[in-house]
């Protein structure tokens, strides 16, 4: 006997059901006990810099809270957006995590409109992990003791004063022309391919003055060679607590920080969301975490991010603002 066309549509409305059923059983099954197997870490940066050792840091922190080995897999290029689009596009079941910057999330969006990724939909905070201030270096032939100095005299003779960066539509490259905005100063930027170069030109007087981070600043004030007028956070970094800030020298409202975040594809299972929120938090509480990244010029500050949209939003905002004013173009 033939079967009817409601009959068939039943039998395939009830086979269809009996499969979403199994395979959400199966998605509920994995999440409930994840992680089953090693978790990727992704660097979007070269092996051996000062972000690529916080990713090792959290990688083997990260491994004592899940149980689970943790691989950090560097991969460099476009100013870390080669790294992030992989981690937008890799399957969201929490396997595949990202430790990166604002750089990623907000000024590389702020100067590119057609990224393999996107911000805000794209990924899945699972917490703010820390920032690392940048400073207001000059070489030791440079008289300014402060910013009000170095400012003054820039002023007295703009065309002895340029400032470095190491690259073009970075945190150093922001810092410079807010600070260029802050003080009325109209500075030629020179951008560099990274911070080593940079600093070799600094500390040779091929240019007055950069923007760097302390972490690179640290390892050569023994020399002499150059001098730290401020940093460019809000607040004064550990690891140069005797260095004002820009803000405390007589600019207001002035911070510039590069802020780092540990994210995964959007559209985890709140359940491996949670479990991963947990092992950060644990983490980030163990104060062999936070003397570590101190000790690699990490300001350690953990948060939870409730509205990533939000703050990505609105600071993606303020960075095309600067790049607008500052006519700021990525490589």
């Not at 923007?211 to 690891?239: E, N, P, Y």
Request: charged share 15%; hydrophobic share 45%.
């Amino acid at each position: 006997m033939q079967a009817t066309p409601l009959k068939t549509l039943r039998r395939t409305l009830i086979a269809s059901s009996i499969l979403f059923a199994a395979l959400l059983g199966s998605d509920l099954a994995a999440a409930a006990g994840f992680p089953e197997r090693p978790l990727t870490l992704i660097a979007p940066y070269p092996a051996g810099g000062a972000a690529d050792v916080l990713a090792r840091i959290l990688a083997r922190k990260l491994e004592e809270q899940l149980g689970q080995p943790v691989v950090v897999d560097n991969k460099p290029g476009a100013g870390t957006a080669i790294g992030a689009a992989a981690v937008a596009n890799a399957k969201p079941d929490g396997y595949t995590l990202l430790i990166s910057s604002n750089s990623t999330f907000t000024l590389n969006p702020a100067l590119n409109p057609k990224l393999q990724y996107d911000p805000v939909k794209g990924f899945e905070p699972i917490g703010m992990v820390g920032s690392v201030a940048l400073a207001l270096l000059v070489n030791s032939s440079v008289t300014a003791t402060g910013v009000p100095q170095l400012v003054a005299a820039a002023k007295a003779s703009p065309d002895k004063f340029v400032y470095g960066s190491f690259g073009n539509g970075t945190t150093s490259n922001f810092a410079g022309a807010m600070f260029n905005a802050a003080t009325g100063l109209k500075m030629t930027h020179i951008p560099y391919r990274g911070s080593a170069p940079l600093m070799t030109d600094l500390i040779g007087g091929q240019i007055p003055l950069s923007f760097d981070t302390v972490v690179a600043a640290a390892q050569q004030l023994k020399s002499g060679k150059i001098k730290v007028l401020a940093v460019t956070t809000a607040k004064r970094s550990t690891m140069m607590p005797d260095v004002p800030t820009v803000a405390e020298s007589g600019y207001p409202g002035f911070d510039m920080t590069a802020w780092l975040a540990l994210v995964a594809p959007h559209g985890l299972p709140p359940e491996v969301k949670a479990r991963l929120e947990k092992a950060l938090a644990t983490l980030m509480a163990s104060p062999d975490t936070q003397e570590k990244m101190k000790t690699a010029g990490f300001e350690p500050a953990y948060h939870a991010i409730p509205d990533w949209a939000g703050m990505v939003t609105a600071d993606i905002a303020r960075m095309k603002g600067i790049a607008e004013r500052s006519q700021i173009k990525a490589d």
